[in-house]
T-cell receptor, first 114, second 109 residues
Framework: DSGVTQTPKHLITATGQRVTLRCSPRSGDLSVYWYQQSLDQGLQFLIQYYNGEERAKGNILERFSAQQFPDLHSELNLSSLELGDSALYFC?????????????FGDGTRLSIL | GQNIDQPTEMTATEGAIVQINCTYQTSGFNGLFWYQQHAGEAPTFLSYNVLDGLEEKGRFSSFLSRSKGYSYLLLKELQMKDSASYLCAVRRGASKIIFGSGTRLSIRP
């Protein structure tokens, strides 16, 4: 158990819809990272937050947005969903904003778009 | 830009040794991670190298050569449970982490 909690574990929805994925980091971790992993693909870095502020941005689409709340949990919002958005979405956390700390990953949310 | 290359698949025998290579081209290189990921599960941290040389941790070792843009993960005394994908990830600048596509390792008895 990594200590990172993601909900829901599975989500099935239709094209054009909007969903919110939630992540609670490990106790004491200030940084949260979001990744997308499509079938047989590598992890694609989406965005990082540190103590409530956006720290780094990757290949995140404009239809996607995220935020980190004062209690340090984070949400990833995906809107106008397309079939290609079907993927496993991972959240990871680390103690600080510097990238030299290993990231601890949650079990992921599997998103299926019908 | 950045580029991370790893073999897509490898096969090895139980009890043997296997080396998984990773080459990278990136500006602002600031360290390299190796993660293990079993199918459908979360990646788990294996090692982090920022200086040249070999880091040993039990059956797993990781090597880095910054001048060559090269790293490898060495797995000894292979066990069936080592069948997984192994992800090379480069730290770029202060906090950005870029993952390679991973190497799927299959262990045969």
């Amino acid at each position: 158990d990594s200590g990172v909690t993601q909900t829901p574990k599975h989500l099935i929805t239709a094209t054009g819809q909007r969903v919110t994925l939630r992540c609670s980091p490990r106790s004491g971790d200030l940084s949260v990272y979001w990744y997308q992993q499509s079938l047989d693909q590598g992890l694609q870095f989406l965005i990082q937050y540190y103590n409530g502020e956006e720290r780094a941005k990757g290949n995140i689409l404009e239809r996607f947005s995220a935020q980190q709340f004062p209690d340090l949990h984070s949400e990833l919002n995906l809107s106008s969903l397309e079939l290609g958005d079907s993927a496993l979405y991972f959240c990871a956390s680390s103690p600080e904003g510097q990238g030299n700390q290993p990231q601890h990953f949650g079990d992921g949310t599997r998103l299926s778009i019908l | 830009g950045q580029n991370i290359d790893q073999p897509t698949e490898m096969t090895a025998t139980e009890g043997a040794i296997v080396q998984i290579n990773c080459t990278y081209q990136t500006s602002g290189f600031n360290g390299l991670f190796w993660y293990q990921q079993h199918a459908g599960e979360a990646p788990t941290f294996l090692s982090y190298n920022v200086l040249d040389g070999l880091e040993e941790k039990g059956r797993f070792s990781s090597f880095l050569s910054r001048s060559k843009g090269y790293s490898y993960l060495l797995l000894k005394e292979l066990q069936m449970k080592d069948s997984a994908s192994y992800l090379c990830a480069v730290r770029r600048g202060a906090s950005k982490i870029i993952f390679g596509s991973g190497t799927r390792l299959s262990i045969r008895p």
